[in-house]
């Protein structure tokens, strides 16, 4: 799933649920539960390239990507500083993939091998790209709706 729908999505759920640390729980849970479906991402692989030339234009997808979801939540939210903090909390374990990418150790290991190969057991499979983006326009949908209320 794009940075942009997890964004989102933590961001409405931090600005739904009134308990906060039970928001940045479910923000951080939220990730894992939108990358059960089947969905797109950008290519990441070249992320690991020595030279600048080919790693620009991934680096460029992600900061816009971050950056229009940011932009999403200030337009659509009450902007309370709890939906900046589950935005976040919804893109960390992400960021522990990247994370692991640098720094390899045991635990990061083991979260890297249960966000990619248990949560991401459908990366694989033969699903048509309707049903993969259907899925995130429909998280994306529901996100600004709750982010509204």
Same mark, same amino acid.
């Given at each position: 799933?794009?940075? $942009?729908?997890?964004?989102?999505?933590? &961001? &409405?759920?931090?600005?739904?649920?009134?308990?906060?640390?039970?928001?940045?729980? @479910? %923000?951080? $849970?939220?990730?894992?539960?939108?990358? $059960?479906?089947?969905?797109?991402?950008?290519?990441?692989?070249? /992320?690991?390239?020595?030279?600048?030339?080919?790693?620009?234009? %991934?680096? /460029?997808?992600? #900061?816009?990507?971050?950056?229009?979801?940011? @932009?999403?939540?200030?337009? =659509?939210?009450?902007?309370?500083?709890?939906?900046?903090?589950? %935005?976040?909390?919804?893109? @960390?374990?992400?960021? $522990?993939?990247? @994370?692991?990418?640098? =720094?390899?150790?045991?635990?990061?290991? %083991?979260?890297? =091998?249960?966000?990619?190969?248990?949560?991401?057991? /459908?990366?694989?499979?033969?699903?048509?790209?309707?049903?993969?983006? #259907?899925?995130?326009?429909?998280? =994306? &949908?529901?996100?600004?709706?709750? /982010?509204?209320?």
């Amino acid at each position: 799933m794009i940075l $942009l729908v997890h964004l989102l999505f933590g &961001a &409405a759920i931090g600005s739904v649920i009134n308990n906060i640390p039970l928001a940045i729980i @479910l %923000a951080f $849970l939220g990730h894992y539960f939108l990358d $059960l479906f089947p969905h797109v991402e950008y290519d990441i692989e070249s /992320l690991s390239e020595k030279q600048w030339q080919k790693k620009l234009p %991934a680096i /460029l997808k992600i #900061t816009l990507d971050l950056c229009s979801g940011v @932009l999403l939540i200030f337009l =659509f939210s009450k902007n309370h500083p709890i939906i900046y903090v589950c %935005a976040f909390f919804g893109i @960390l374990p992400d960021g $522990l993939t990247v @994370l692991n990418n640098h =720094f390899p150790n045991r635990i990061l290991n %083991a979260h890297n =091998f249960f966000h990619s190969k248990k949560i991401h057991f /459908l990366k694989d499979k033969k699903i048509s790209n309707f049903w993969r983006i #259907t899925t995130q326009v429909i998280a =994306f &949908a529901i996100s600004v709706v709750l /982010l509204k209320i």
